[in-house]
């Protein structure tokens, strides 16, 4: 009888543990987050009110209502990022976006909402807003490129030869 109770107890010991973490998990994913709770790691210049002026999150925002692959898609989109990860962290509460970003290769110059918007443009064609590039790191280039335009990105870039 007492290996009966002892295996007895250590099931119910198991099972109040189990209950104990995923209780502690689930509470941890339904926490909102706020702007300083996003972790950039990577490269550049770009910063939280970045992320947030350029993506659509809204805070304060529970973690587990982050959609981090739309979330990636609209940042890589408007931050004309080479690649970006966004994850959730359970411990501590935060966003982890990891950035790569593009490397300008020549001035570039598009015409967007009947403006003119100057900025850079890198190997693959892709145009990345002025704004967005650390110019003290930069080079003069020989390439200019007028009118740029999604449509000529194949042309223009560097993997079309």
Do not use: C
Not at 119 to 142: A, H, Q, T
Request: without cysteine; positive net charge.
């Amino acid at each position: 009888m007492k290996k009966n109770d002892s295996i007895t107890t250590n099931k119910f010991l198991v099972l109040v543990l189990l209950f104990i973490i995923t209780n502690t998990l689930s509470i941890r994913l339904f926490k909102n987050i706020n702007s300083k709770d996003i972790n950039l790691k990577g490269e550049g210049i770009i910063t939280n009110d970045d992320i947030i002026n350029n993506s659509s999150l809204e805070f304060p925002l529970r973690l587990i209502d982050v959609k981090t692959k739309l979330l990636e898609k609209e940042l890589k989109m408007n931050l004309s990022l080479k690649s970006i990860s966004v994850r959730r962290e359970l411990f501590p509460v935060r966003l982890n976006i990891n950035i790569k970003k593009r490397i300008p290769i020549a001035f570039a110059e598009k015409v967007a909402q009947g403006r003119k918007v100057s900025g850079f443009m890198d190997l693959e064609g892709v145009f990345i807003d002025k704004k967005y590039v650390d110019e003290s790191n930069l080079k003069s280039f020989n390439l200019k490129v007028f009118g740029w335009d999604t449509k000529h990105k194949q042309l223009i870039s560097k993997e079309s030869e």
